[in-house]
């Protein structure tokens, strides 16, 4: 019998039991170590703000967005069991899967992501959120020498901001609220780190030499912020939306400057990669990349608070409540 979380309502966290299917031939068991909140779409469908008639396109979640739900998608487990027919994991393999926090699990085995030898199964964790912003930096586009502008520098904005330093994007500005994330954010690889106001888009105009910023990701799930985005965006420039606003609607300003620049919004989510590099990008080579950075990324220092899988309530009361303390948050089953 295994415990697993669940929302049973908006802002109430339950642990429920669960049945676990015997193991067919083609599937493993997993027995989980350490799981990741997300502090983007999971913390959303905590609140209740996600639409209700949406549907998870997750096929581990259980429930609906309508409530109650059980979803996430950041667990790192120890194969316990594998089917007769799996030959690429074996047992004691420390893995990656899409799965909400429960402590034991059957999944088939081709979604069991193995981790490399030695990795912190904490860092693990970190996947998920660097698929996604794997799949930002894509849709951005960033060219050598182009200015960024990342608004939100939570775990993903974060994460995004490192990748824009690896892809050759300068300058790399970023925008935060919080003092926390914007040290954080230096360290990441931005060159600055601006507190948002009223005039964020004529300082980053001061920091490109009256241009704008080339691209500006939008990472803060906040829908106020898509406006800032376009105010500072150069002329025919790019602006990536990796948010999911839920329920909350966008009131933008369409009628002036976006009207005359030329500007291209795009979607960014990680369920699907950009038709025009699909010729040369597929989930498999985005899956190598994940895994190399994980190794590769100094992954550790965002871990910024632990629970035990069995204080899971207190972990969203801590997110919900106070966001700007945390980076990423886990819950620890052993």
Not at 19 to 47: C, K, Q, W
Not at 57 to 82: C, H, I, Q
Request: aromatic residues 6%; proline residues 5%; glycine residues 8%.
């Amino acid at each position: 019998m295994a415990e697993a979380v669940w929302f049973a309502a908006p802002r109430r966290v339950e642990l429920r039991h669960e049945l676990t299917p015997a193991v067919g031939p083609r599937d493993v068991r997993v027995r989980a170590v350490v799981s990741g909140i997300s502090a983007g779409s999971e913390l959303l469908a905590y609140r209740g703000e996600a639409p209700a008639t949406l549907e998870a396109d997750l096929p581990t979640a259980t429930g609906s967005f309508g409530l109650p739900m059980k979803f996430g998608y950041a667990s790192v487990g120890s194969v316990e069991e594998v089917g007769a027919e799996v030959e690429r994991l074996a047992a004691g393999d420390l893995v990656f899967v899409l799965h909400p926090h429960q402590t034991e699990y059957v999944v088939p085995a081709d979604v069991a992501v193995r981790l490399p030898d030695g990795l912190p199964p904490a860092t693990g964790v970190f996947a998920a959120n660097l698929e996604t912003a794997v799949t930002v930096v894509l849709d951005a586009h960033p060219r050598l020498s182009e200015a960024v502008l990342v608004i939100g520098q939570g775990v993903l904005g974060l994460l995004i901001t490192t990748l824009l330093r690896r892809a050759g994007a300068a300058p790399i500005i970023t925008a935060e609220v919080h003092e926390k994330r914007r040290t954080a954010s230096i360290t990441a690889g931005a060159h600055h780190a601006l507190a948002p106001g009223a005039d964020l888009a004529g300082r980053v105009r001061e920091l490109t030499a009256g241009r704008g910023a080339d691209a500006v990701i939008e990472a803060t799930g906040n829908p106020d912020a898509l406006q800032a985005a376009i105010d500072a965006v150069a002329f025919a420039g790019t602006i990536v939306v990796a948010s999911w606003y839920g329920s909350r609607v966008a009131t933008l300003d369409l009628g002036s400057a976006f009207h005359r620049r030329r500007i291209r919004l795009v979607s960014s989510q990680v369920s699907t990669l950009d038709p025009r590099i699909s010729g040369r990008w597929d989930r498999e080579r985005r899956t190598a990349l994940v895994t190399e950075l994980l190794c590769e990324l100094p992954l550790a220092g965002l871990i910024s608070h632990r629970f035990p899988f069995g204080d899971a309530a207190s972990a969203y009361e801590l997110l919900d409540r106070a966001s700007g303390e945390t980076l990423q948050v886990v819950l620890d089953y052993v």
